[in-house]
């Protein structure tokens, strides 16, 4: 299982896994070892789930261009700034309560560009 996983990371840019990889393969190992306990069936559902996962992250870290940057435009005002932080917020939320630890990540990184972002604007 620990060879398919590290294959399917591979999707995923240089950048990327070498600055998560380590991470997303200790915390799948952890996740896949409780769903096993709990029978075939929930495991495999766990398995599909990751590699739908992984297949969503590896594009959005393609889309933000590897260096773990969001490659989509920032707001120009304050109002807007705050929204899109609520917004990621929420989604960052549902990534950890479905054990999209990546895709948690990703949108951990949105926030904080999100927030110096909205830190220049008030300050203008």
């Known amino acids: ?7 399917l990371l591979r999707l995923y840019p ?7 990889g380590d991470e997303m393969e200790a915390v799948f190992e952890q996740a896949a070892e409780e ?5 075939w ?8 789930a990751e590699m739908f996962g992984v297949l969503r992250g590896a594009g959005a870290a393609w889309i933000a261009g590897g260096r773990g940057a969001i490659a989509i435009g920032m707001p120009n005002d304050a109002a807007s700034a705050q929204a899109l932080i609520e917004a990621n917020l929420r989604r ?9 630890f990546a895709r ?6 949105y926030d904080l560009q999100l927030r110096e972002r909205l830190s220049q604007l008030r300050k203008t």
């Open 41 to 48: 069936r929930y495991f495999a559902r766990f398995l599909i």
């Open 92 to 100: 960052m939320e549902r990534a950890v309560a479905t054990h999209q």
């Open 14 to 20: 240089r950048a990327h896994r070498e600055k998560f």
């Open 104 to 109: 948690a990540r990703f949108f951990s990184c």
């Open 35 to 39: 769903r096993r306990g709990q029978g």
């Open 1 to 7: 299982m620990k060879g398919i996983w590290r294959t």
